[in-house]
């Protein structure tokens, strides 16, 4: 699977909302709202190491915040990662199934 397939999948599933960060909150893009850490819980995530394609190297989060609100939030994997990102998410909630 690509990454836009993932994410295609993952919308079907009810994970609509676009997650960014926004200092050290999380905003859904959409309807504005923000969460901290603790709102959060990683459901799932997918890794893409981009053998075949180097610009497919990311990690597709699927998370759900305590409201209800379930979203994705994709970034780069490896060196190109946003450090910012990967200390906020080091206080989210991981339940994968």
Sequence with gaps: MTVTETLHALEQRGFTAN??????????????????????????????EGSSDPEEMA??????AGDGTRGVLVDAYGVYANPDLSAFLKDVLIREK
């Design 19 to 48: 997650f960014e960060l926004i200092g050290k909150t999380f905003r859904a893009v959409e309807s504005g709202k923000t969460f901290i850490p603790d709102e959060l819980t990683i459901v799932e995530h997918h890794r893409f």
């Design 59 to 64: 990690v597709v989060y699927a998370i759900q």
